[in-house]
């Protein structure tokens, strides 16, 4: 892949791979952690489980807002305060003395989290007008972010068995402290001229259902389900779901396009981003507690034996572009579902004893459901979208991936908690893996739903709803590109004013077989951020 030619561009682009590189490390690493973390600080696994919930719900919360404030505020402005806040949040959390400590610190770091994201992707957008360098860019940095989290477990084994889990937050604060300095010079600034609304009561209803479904769960198990604090936890979130949905219908520029849901490829590619990511939030939460504490490997062993996952999804990460492009998405999502079916199985009959081969068996067979999973699910929420509504349609799909990472770290750990919480002596290696048993199933039930939604939503009744829902949506007139006030460097950025996301009006490009994704009104899968867990 050929870089993009300009020095500015360069610049820019090495700020923006830099910035997603620290998160997707980050996001991986920590899993590697947990064990030693559980040890080092005597946390439960619910302890564990909001280590790591903290976060996800925070990104998960904000990340629909995080696109429009970077809009209205200006994108190196926003980009660089995320940063600032995940450098801070990784302090303090490498400098936390206690559990509570380390939780209030992962929302810190949470806040940049859920901004790094999306705000790089547009500032890239906005960099390069020429749609062929622009293409090659966001390839970059989205490959520069699958990097991060393929070799997130390996690296942040190396830096636990080196320096302690520590290590994997303050590996943060250079990393972050270079993207600052050298996002002040070389990233231009830019914003649009009118943005889309801000929804506070929507953001507010969407952090409280979120928070406390997680909550309830994540706490059922030590307090009881009928205990006032989980009833009225589970009260909450109900309560938020109901007001949300008729307040959404209601606004003009809604938090969720509740619309969409008309399409059923769409609302598959929702359900499909829920399923395989819950399944993968509870598996990195389970497979490094199941390497140390069951196999009793080291942080960096269980690094290395956790391999087989990430070159997997890297490997058929693009084989899943090229098999949408010729047979569409149902195929990639079966041959994904199916994969992450034989995975399950094969953790679910997993016990101290069992062989390496067939554990590592396991983990490939996980990575290529991964890898053969995003692509089409991505595709199927922006196919028949309105070119001016298919940023939003990713950002949701792209949204409801955190929403099912959380969901599954709080329901598998849960899972665990209750079966650890029924057996005593749960230091033994036997019952521990009996413990987790359950979880595997879950995970099962994850890989068959996604094989049994593409083949629902992929065939011409459910295309023929894409087009049915997008028939209905509102006409929107194409915005006309105006220019934001210069960079640093006098650079200008031509932004369309409204574009969702932060993607310039005039930067969707005709269909492409190319990229991998077939989509109605041409939107490259070039152009969807990374799915980052």
């Not at 938020?240 to 969409?260: A, K, Q, V």
Request: hydrophobic letters at 50%; proline letters at 7%; a positive charge.
């Amino acid at each position: 892949m050929t870089a993009p030619q300009s020095a500015h561009g360069r610049l820019a682009l090495t700020v923006c791979c830099l910035a997603v590189l620290m998160v997707g490390l980050d996001s991986t690493a920590l899993n590697v952690a947990l064990p030693v973390m559980r040890r080092e600080l005597d946390a439960s696994i619910a302890g564990l489980q909001w280590v790591v919930d903290a976060y996800n719900l925070v990104v998960a919360a904000l990340m629909l807002l995080a696109g429009s404030v970077g809009d209205r505020t200006g994108r190196r402005r926003t980009l660089r305060a995320g940063v600032a806040a995940f450098v801070a949040g990784s302090a303090l959390c490498g400098l936390a003395p206690g559990l509570d400590t380390l939780i209030g610190s992962r929302v810190v770091q949470a806040l940049g989290g859920a901004v790094i994201a999306p705000v790089s992707l547009s500032v890239i957008t906005h960099t390069f007008p020429d749609r062929a360098e622009r293409s090659r860019a966001i390839g970059m940095w989205s490959g520069t972010f699958g990097i991060g989290l393929a070799v997130g477990p390996l690296v942040g084994g190396v830096l636990v068995a080196a320096e302690g889990w520590r290590s994997i937050f303050w590996i943060n604060v250079p990393v972050g402290l270079a993207v600052l300095a050298l996002s002040a010079r070389h990233l231009p600034e830019s914003r649009t001229p009118a943005p889309r609304r801000t929804d506070p009561l929507g953001q507010f209803l969407v952090i409280a259902l979120l928070g406390c479904l997680t909550y309830a769960v994540i706490d059922a198990p030590h307090r009881g389900w009928a205990s006032p604090v989980v009833l009225g936890c589970l009260a909450v979130a109900a309560a938020s779901l109901t007001t949300l949905i008729p307040y959404e219908h209601r606004r003009r520029d809604p938090l969720i396009e509740l619309g969409f849901f008309r399409s059923v490829p769409f609302t598959g590619s929702v359900v499909v981003s829920l399923a395989a990511f819950a399944a993968l939030g509870g598996f990195l939460f389970l497979s490094t507690l199941y390497l140390q504490d069951v196999r009793g490997l080291s942080a960096l062993s269980a690094g290395l034996w956790m391999l087989p996952m990430p070159v997997a999804t890297v490997l058929l990460a693009p084989v899943a572009g090229r098999l949408v492009a010729r047979h569409g998405p149902r195929l990639p999502l079966v041959l994904a579902g199916l994969a992450t079916v034989l995975s399950g199985l094969s953790f679910a009959v997993l016990h101290a004893g069992s062989s390496v081969a067939l554990l590592l068996l396991a983990y490939g067979l996980f990575g290529a459901g991964v890898g053969l999973v995003d692509v089409p699910a991505t595709g199927l929420a922006v196919a028949g979208m309105p070119r001016a509504r298919a940023g939003v349609a990713s950002a949701i799909s792209t949204a409801s991936c955190r929403v099912g990472v959380s969901v599954g770290v709080a329901v598998m750990g849960a899972v665990l908690s209750a079966g650890l919480g029924r057996t005593p002596g749960t230091g033994d290696a036997a019952v521990f893996a009996d413990a987790t048993r359950p979880a595997w199933w879950i995970v099962t039930g994850c890989g068959a739903v996604v094989a049994i939604l593409g083949v629902l939503v992929t065939g011409p009744r459910a295309r023929g709803t894409a087009r049915e829902a997008s028939a209905g949506e509102a006409p929107v007139e194409e915005p006309q590109a105006t220019e934001a006030p210069a960079g640093p460097r006098g650079t200008r950025s031509r932004t369309a004013p409204g574009a969702p996301g932060g993607i310039p009006g005039n930067s969707l490009p005709k269909a492409s077989r190319r990229a991998g994704i077939e989509t109605l009104h041409g939107v490259e899968e070039n152009f969807l951020p990374p799915r980052d867990v």
